[in-house]
T-cell receptor, first 120, second 112 residues
């Protein structure tokens, strides 16, 4: 089974420039997540998709960040314009579905290798 | 709002020792808890997933426990090896939209 694919692996840009990241989840996985991980911290959820609908984007800085998941498969995350504090690793993860039985969730998240963004 | 804390932030042990990593959370109404390892420059690898109805899960030398009432989970690693050196993260799924909240991680170094 192929894993979660992300590109590019590294990106260096200057502040105020735009950047886009791409994620291809594991085939058949309905739920897709984008996380931001700043050095020395745990990942912070930016946005969660269920198929092509947004489930949670409460921590996404919507004035500069946007994300879409066309046809419920691939996803792109865009930053426009970038700031110095956006320097981080951007992780994409997927899981089969967050459906639940008897109040328990059953799914493991599988992570891609991440994209390391440096904003100068 | 769910808050997840991991102590210690870093740990160094000699090879062969048994060790325990801790994770605490503030909201006990969780769906599941997951332990991950992260190697430098790489993504996260899932180690164990504990459902809210379970108390522990085991995989090889790893054992994870969950005590919802006290808001704690532990990851026990038996007979540590240098290959276990990594950052270990716990993640809680909770809330109406099953939001995932990560701890800040424990960086483990196993010395040969």
């Amino acid at each position: 089974e192929a894993g979660v694919a992300q590109s590019p692996r590294y990106k260096i840009i200057e502040k105020r420039q735009s950047v886009a990241f791409w994620c291809n989840p594991i085939s058949g996985h309905a739920t897709l997540y984008w996380y931001q991980q700043i050095l020395g911290q745990g990942p912070k959820l930016l946005i969660q998709f269920q198929n092509n609908g947004v489930v949670d984007d409460s921590q996404l800085p919507k004035d500069r960040f946007s994300a879409e998941r066309l046809k419920g498969v691939d996803s792109t995350l865009k930053i426009q314009p970038a700031k110095l504090e956006d320097s981080a690793v951007y992780l994409c993860a997927s899981s089969r579905a967050q459906g639940w039985t008897s109040g328990t969730s059953t799914d493991t998240q599988y992570f891609g290798p991440g994209t390391r963004l440096t904003v100068l | 709002k769910q808050e997840v804390t991991q102590i210690p932030a870093a740990l160094s042990v000699p090879e062969g020792e048994n060790l325990v990593l801790n994770c605490s959370f503030t909201d006990s109404a969780i769906y599941n808890l997951q332990w991950f390892r992260q190697d430098p420059g790489k993504g996260l690898t899932s180690l164990l997933l504990i459902q809210s109805s379970q108390r522990e899960q085991t995989s090889g030398r790893l054992n994870a426990s969950l005590d919802k009432s006290s808001g704690r989970s532990t990851l026990y690693i038996a007979a540590s090896q240098p290959g276990d050196s990594a950052t270990y993260l716990c993640a809680i799924t909770s809330g109406g939209y099953q939001k995932v909240t990560f701890g800040t991680g424990t960086k483990l170094q196993v010395i040969p």
